[in-house]
């Protein structure tokens, strides 16, 4: 029974890493399509792997240590050896895949400096991982530092084993970081604000866990895919000894596909700001590392999508609150991926399973809604999310059409909205959309199915250019020419736009108010008998 149980604990992780692969598959293939504008896709992996200029004006710098090594050292010596060389050589494996300098190395801390946030990223992601994959003695893990720990549950994996190696990361701006060398060793070093300041956040991070600022965090969300779609969240605002003003900053533990379920307690050896101590950071701004989206080219349009849970038990009821941060994590994660921002458009709209991203650019927002549809079947949900699932089909092929918890995505693009600040969660202020624009893709979830996108003719219209030329990424239907609802009596033309790997997925009319025309599956089954009329009009 015990080898029947691993073969399958062994082949679900296999089934688990194929759907992890596809999904990460696909978040680059959506990164490297042109945007609506005609500009470049985000795909390329060029800028973040270049070479470092160590004589530029602007890096990214990466300042690490492993945790309690004089523990380490003193309670095993000849371990601790074993630790500090397999590091190095991890960590100088990763430094020149990811084209670094190593500034500096003092014991068992690094100093390194990388063209890019991006490849300063990837890189203490590959160590985190590799150091976690690393096969460690006996002798190592049963150290006080270096043991293994194992979260159960939903996730259950070893989120620790071996030394833990805490991460700064800071990315310097011109004037905040000169360089000189060293009159001894000739080698390169660097002084400034910029260094104090990324010392002082590795030095005040946990083991095993990755500290940005919010200047690291900027250039990052830039171009999330050239780091691998790494996962960011806010930990707070605090004060730190080498800058004069409270400053945020962010942790980053994972990558989107590869699951790293790490938690950490409030940063030490510094002053927390905001929020206070007792409260965590607001959920809807936990994940929002891009400001509010600000309108492209002409005019002021903007593009919003609404999401909403399809899938409610038969009897009706609120998503518990662990579920609600469940699915607002879910899709907040990929909302940061595609330069989204999340917003409530009411306090009840979570516990109702509402969900409100807004755009800059619609073909950012299609993005968003191919990839949560896909992570939407691929996240390990807890035993009391099943009565939120639809039912799991597979297809043909043996893939998944549906698992997983059935989500209806509507994206609208248009100009008429405001914009109101919400300053209740604090030092972060929080910015809301309301009006028509905003209304309309909640009205066109309604209308629609449990795992569909639908696009409005507007949004169709701003996409258009761009997926007519990716055939063999998405499959598009018309879904006919419809008057939504009394608040919007114009006859609307209706898209549905999914991606390739969902392509399977069949769904029923949508619910509008009326259709005007018929869209693709209304038209009569050519097996069935029919009338052909034909019209000849002469002017």
């Excluded at 004589?55 to 309690?68: G, R």
């Excluded at 000189?180 to 010392?199: D, E, F, L």
């Excluded at 080219?297 to 609600?324: D, W």
Aim: charged fraction near 20%.
């Amino acid at each position: 029974m015990m080898n029947i149980r691993m073969a399958t604990e062994t082949q679900s992780e296999k089934e688990r890493q194929q759907e992890q692969k596809q999904l990460k598959q696909l978040m680059y293939a959506l990164s490297a399509h042109t945007d609506s504008l005609g500009g470049q896709g985000n795909g390329s992996m060029t800028a973040a792997t270049r070479a470092v200029d160590i004589h530029a004006k602007e890096l990214a710098f990466v300042f690490t240590d492993i945790e309690n090594s004089t523990e380490i050292s003193n309670q095993d010596p000849a371990s601790f050896k074993q630790i500090q060389e397999a590091h190095d050589q991890i960590m100088r494996e990763g430094i020149a895949k990811h084209r670094g300098y190593e500034i500096i190395t003092e014991g068992d801390s690094f100093q390194v400096a990388f063209a890019t946030c991006q490849a300063a990223i990837q890189f203490c992601l590959d160590v985190q991982y590799r150091l976690l994959e690393q096969s460690w003695s006996k002798e190592i893990l049963k150290l006080n530092a270096c043991r293994v720990v194992r979260v159960t549950g939903d996730y259950n994996q070893v989120v620790f084993a071996g030394p833990r190696v805490r991460m700064g990361v800071h990315y310097a701006h011109p004037g905040t970081v000169a360089m000189r060398t060293h009159n001894i060793t000739r080698q390169n070093v660097y002084g400034g604000p910029a260094i104090k300041i990324g010392s002082e956040v590795s030095d005040i991070a946990a083991g095993g866990q990755i500290l940005l600022t919010e200047e690291a965090v900027m250039k990052l969300a830039e171009n999330m895919s050239q780091a691998g779609f790494p996962v960011i969240k806010l930990c707070g605002q605090y004060k730190l000894e080498s800058t004069s003003n409270p400053v945020f900053l962010y942790s980053c533990n994972e990558q989107v596909g590869k699951p790293l379920k790490r938690t950490f307690g409030d940063l030490r050896k510094v002053k927390k700001v905001w929020p206070n101590a007792d409260s965590p950071v607001p959920a809807v701004l936990e994940y929002n590392i891009h400001p509010p989206p600000v309108p492209e080219g002409k005019g002021n349009a903007l593009t919003f999508v609404s999401l909403r849970l399809a899938t409610y038990p038969s009897s009706g009821c609120s998503i518990p609150e662990h579920l609600q941060r469940r699915f607002l994590e879910v899709f907040a994660v990929q909302v940061q991926q595609f330069k989204g921002y999340m917003f409530q458009t009411c306090s009840d709209s979570l516990r109702e399973g509402i969900w409100t991203a807004g755009f800059s650019s619609a073909m950012d927002a299609l993005r968003f809604t191919h990839a949560a549809q896909l992570l939407l079947m691929h996240t390990q949900w807890p035993a009391d999310a099943r009565p939120f699932c639809g039912e799991a089909l597979p297809g043909a092929d043996g893939r998944w059409v549906f698992q997983g918890p059935r989500v209806c995505m509507a994206i609208h693009q248009s100009a008429d909205y405001f914009v109101s600040e919400d300053s209740s969660t604090g030092a972060r202020t929080s910015m809301v959309f309301a009006g028509p624009a905003v209304t309309l893709p909640l009205i066109l979830t309604y209308a629609g199915r449990g795992g569909q996108v639908i696009l409005s003719e507007a949004a169709w219209e701003a996409v258009k250019g761009t997926v007519v030329h990716h055939p063999g990424a998405v499959r598009i239907i018309s879904l006919g020419t419809h008057i939504v609802s009394d608040d919007f009596p114009q006859p609307m033309l209706l898209m549905e736009v999914m991606p390739n790997l969902l392509s399977k997925r069949v769904f029923q009319s949508v619910l509008t108010k009326q259709m005007i025309e018929p869209g693709y599956r209304d038209a009569p089954d050519p097996k069935d008998p029919m009338a052909i009329v034909f019209v000849k009009v002469r002017v």
